[in-house]
């Protein structure tokens, strides 16, 4: 009933910054907690930053300072903007959409960070 697809990922150079959008289609309303995660090949997927239907967020650690997370309720739209990126933070980005208890997953997109 809701999909959700990511863009804005590519090639950045260290110390450079990419903006992720998550477009929701399908309407939805009322409580629901918005998440970046990422994944990398031999790693745990990884839980990068949430936020909730009242504008409420949460940083991983790894990433406080450097990420932001927003919404544009009109667009139904969630960003990620990164900035200060790392060879570190390479990794697929999947947007994920908890409302009611059902998770609604994007497709994801790479970043890739590297000289």
């Known amino acids: 009933q809701v999909q959700l697809v990511e863009s804005g990922g590519g090639l950045v150079q260290p110390g450079g910054s990419l903006r992720l959008s998550c477009a929701a289609s399908?309407?939805?309303?009322?409580?629901?907690?918005m998440a970046w995660y990422r994944q990398t090949p031999g790693k745990q997927r990884e839980l990068v930053c949430t936020?909730?239907?009242?504008?409420?967020?949460n940083y991983a650690d790894s990433v406080k300072g450097r990420f932001t997370i927003s919404r544009d309720n009109a667009k139904n739209t969630f960003y990620l903007q990164m900035d200060s990126l790392k060879p570190e933070d390479t990794a697929v980005y999947l947007c994920?959409?908890?409302?009611?208890?059902?998770?609604?997953w994007g497709q994801g997109t790479q970043v890739t960070v590297s000289s």
């Open positions: 936020i909730t239907h009242s504008g409420r967020t």
């Open positions: 994920n959409l908890n409302i009611v208890g059902t998770n609604y």
């Open positions: 399908g309407m939805f309303s009322g409580v629901y907690v």
